[in-house]
């Protein structure tokens, strides 16, 4: 399939009047041409700041890119100006964020915030534009297209906004769709449909998706791969099928334990993680997963694991699939 997108060493931090928060610490990951990864963990554990980082939506300040790159078909979005980024964004890149209530202009017709991206980006008429936004709107099951794009998003149901929302991130047929949290405001009937419409357009159109969400069966029902970021790291990836069968870090055992089973009885409870995610204005040296982990040992403590593959396909990191601490782990065990 080839590379699409290649985010090395990423590392990025807010100026605060606390001091410096590291949000994103040495992220690494790829994204393959055609391939939907869903990046899934905690609210504050940096998925939504990484997303952001893509399209360069982060204001600087307080946000800076401290290190590291992200290669988009080979160009390092890192090190392009705002000219270029307007480019990119809407047109190669898209974004459907979270809340399309505060995402939407409540003051512009949903045909003409459709427009607006492909009259950007593309060289084309007006009329020809109106066509393509209609076409658009029938792509992602919008009923009615025509009465549709006179109408105000406050006509709208939260369904049928995100569908916009979907239908404006799609207006140029971009390569790469980030999607964070995008079904979150969203009840499970219509949950369902906005996901099997995106698996439908990944289908159609060979985009490449970035799934943002803590939502764990949103990530089984449409991604390939999962990668599990925890304290701004990224502590385990591999393939859905690998992740929800033989997790390996004990933040994503603890992360699946969290989540309702069909095979569960009623009278069986949900396991908790205990304890909070670190602060990361003054991250730990060691394992962030450490105060937290019932495998911790006195390694975790002071060194950060590195990511380091588990099985084919599949990366960890975690001290647990280290050759010595598995040689040592049953006398160096303690209790946290």
């Not at 980082?53 to 080979?74: D, R, V, W």
Request: glycine share 6%; charged share 25%.
């Amino acid at each position: 399939m080839g590379k699409l997108l290649e985010v090395n060493d990423l590392h990025i931090t807010f100026h605060t009047y606390a001091g410096k928060v590291q949000a994103v610490r040495g992220v690494d990951f790829q994204v393959e041409k055609g391939e939907a990864i869903g990046i899934v963990g905690e609210s504050g554990c940096g998925k939504s700041v990484t997303a952001k980082s893509i399209m360069k939506l982060l204001e600087t300040p307080p946000a800076q890119y401290e290190k590291g790159s992200i290669l988009f078909n080979g160009k390092d979005l890192v090190k392009a100006n705002e000219k270029e980024m307007q480019k990119i964004r809407g047109n190669d890149i898209s974004m459907i964020f979270q809340d399309p209530m505060t995402s939407l202009n409540p003051t512009t017709k949903i045909g003409t915030q459709i427009m607006e991206s492909i009259l950007k980006h593309k060289e084309i008429s007006r009329k020809d534009a109106y066509e393509r936004a209609l076409d658009t709107l029938k792509l992602v099951g919008i009923p009615q297209p025509e009465k549709r794009m006179q109408q105000y998003p406050h006509e709208f149901s939260g369904g049928m906004r995100q569908r916009a929302m979907i239908a404006i991130a799609l207006a140029c047929d971009p390569q790469l769709l980030i999607a964070d949290e995008p079904t979150t405001a969203l009840d499970v009937t219509i949950q369902a449909q906005i996901l099997e419409l995106m698996k439908d357009i990944q289908r159609r159109m060979d985009t490449s998706i970035i799934l943002i969400t803590h939502d764990l069966g949103v990530v089984a029902e449409t991604c390939d791969r999962v990668i599990v970021m925890y304290a701004g790291t990224v502590v385990e990836t591999g393939t859905v099928e690998a992740i929800f069968a033989n997790p390996q870090h004990p933040y994503t055992k603890g992360l699946l334990k969290t989540v309702p089973r069909l095979d569960m009885e009623k009278t069986d409870p949900l396991i908790p993680i205990i304890g909070s995610p670190p602060d990361l204005l003054d991250p730990p040296k060691g394992c962030p997963f450490y105060p937290r982990c019932e495998y911790a040992m006195k390694v975790c403590k002071d060194h950060n694991p590195e990511l380091e593959e588990v099985e084919v396909g599949q990366t960890a990191a975690c001290w647990l699939h280290h050759p010595m601490a598995k040689a040592t782990r049953n006398q160096s065990t303690t209790t946290v």
